[in-house]
């Protein structure tokens, strides 16, 4: 027969998580507070690449060509008056950079210039965002950066007195890909255009205009930035506002409240990680927040829907016993829901990258936060309250009719007398398979 695992014991665990977000906002405080993505941050957030040049493509033709770089090959399509004409240039089939520049100049017009060696691998070439129109000017393809043409200490140096800054490597130093955060501080026009144009004008004096790659550039204004930080606070509120009431009308403000403060434990506990490791605050980890929030409050309430039934098959049984009950009938169920959503959400954190493996690494942290609280911060919250309760209701009671007028209520039982019962503890399942059984055949 299963045995009841008594959770109870491990409630203390509320002091342990308290000092934990406790650490957290400590840590926030001691890094400057939230590192604000551009959602919530007014400026210009720029993502800039230093790339050595690989060659130089040129078209002295009358037609039109769209030349473009992708991870497979180059494409050239030249329109004319008869049509479209589409060359590929595969890199299996030319497979270093002097086979390409050869194919290049094979087609009509087109002039290509190597500026490297042509034995590298014609795979290191680095894709265009988007197709180019080609004419008389050169049009500069990188590759991909040996990892030494530059350093963030560099491009600190470069950016020091343009205004409030923050710098960031992007990926693997060796991609030479840099995030570039310039707050805006509200009193010069056109900011990000005179603000993007400042940027590149540095680096490119320090390391040549054909060497940086601006690959993305957003903007967001102050009152945007405001209103957006103060609609996803008011959100997050009223739906916590929202699950309060239901839960009360659905079972009893105690559960209400419990699943209030596991709520409150798992957000803080994220912002607490999220504040001290740095991690961007978006517009994705607000989503990661409130997913989280469902996610948790779904665990809590199968717990709390089981305590609330199993309170009447249990009558003669001790709330601590009911809980501990209630718990472990659920916990297949909760580790295995757990366990299969993590396994979804690491493969989006290992094969995604930017703001996907930033949401899904803040969902992996919320899931095994909101497993947590589920099973050691909701349930002995609705304990405490319980037993709080039902102290309050014998004093009221013995107030009004006398200590003798009323038994006193059953003490709860010490943790060497909760031990001595565990082995008599069992699921009650009994009552459960009798309702719908198949009769037996006579």
Request: aromatic share 8%.
């Amino acid at each position: 027969m299963k045995r009841v695992i008594q959770f109870t014991k491990f409630r203390y665990l509320m002091i342990l998580s308290l000092l934990i977000i406790i650490a957290g906002i400590a840590g926030t405080v001691v890094q400057g507070g939230f590192n604000l993505g551009i959602d919530f941050n007014a400026g210009l957030n720029q993502r800039v690449q230093i790339a050595p040049v690989a060659m130089k493509v040129s078209y002295s033709g009358e037609d039109s060509v769209l030349f473009n770089v992708t991870s497979s090959g180059l494409i050239l399509e030249v329109r004319d008056a008869d049509g479209l004409d589409r060359t590929e240039i595969s890199y299996g089939d030319y497979p270093v950079l002097r086979a390409v520049t050869a194919a290049l100049n094979g087609v009509e017009g087109v002039q290509a210039e190597l500026m490297v060696s042509g034995q590298i691998s014609s795979s290191d070439l680095l894709s265009l965002n988007f197709a180019i129109d080609l004419s008389q000017e050169s049009a500069v393809v990188n590759m991909v950066p040996a990892g030494d043409e530059s350093s963030i200490e560099e491009i600190r140096s470069l950016l020091d007195g343009i205004g409030s800054t923050m710098i960031q490597i992007v990926g693997s130093p060796q991609d030479q890909e840099y995030l570039i955060r310039v707050k805006d501080p509200g009193n010069t026009d056109n900011f990000s255009e005179t603000m993007a144009s400042e940027i590149r004008s540095r680096l490119s004096s320090e390391y040549g205009a054909e060497q940086v790659i601006v690959k993305q550039t957003d903007y967001v204004g102050p009152r945007f930035s405001q209103d957006l930080g103060r609609q996803s606070f008011t959100l997050t509120l009223i739906a916590l506002t929202l699950i309060l009431v239901y839960i009360w009308f659905r079972f009893q403000l105690a559960y209400a409240v419990s699943a209030i403060v596991a709520l409150i434990h798992d957000v803080a506990f994220m912002l607490g990680i999220i504040g001290t490791f740095q991690l961007e605050v978006s517009t994705a980890t607000i989503a990661a927040v409130l997913t989280i929030i469902g996610y948790s409050l779904n665990d809590t309430i199968v717990i709390f829907d089981r305590i609330r039934e199993n309170r009447d098959l249990m009558k003669d049984s001790r709330l601590p016993e009911v809980i501990n009950t209630s718990i472990t009938q659920s916990l297949s169920r909760t580790l295995i829901t757990s366990i299969t959503t993590l396994l979804a959400v690491l493969a989006i954190y290992i094969f995604a990258t930017g703001s996907i493996q930033l949401f899904a690494l803040n969902l992996i942290i919320g899931i095994l936060v909101g497993t947590y609280s589920s099973i050691f911060i909701a349930s002995p919250v609705l304990l405490t309250w319980s037993s709080v309760a039902n102290k309050r209701r014998q004093s009221r009671d013995e107030a009004k009719y006398g200590s003798t007028k009323k038994e006193a209520l059953p003490r709860e039982a010490s943790p060497e007398e909760q031990k001595a019962q565990t082995p008599q503890t069992a699921i009650p399942t009994v009552e459960r398979k009798k309702r719908g059984g198949k009769r037996k055949k006579k």
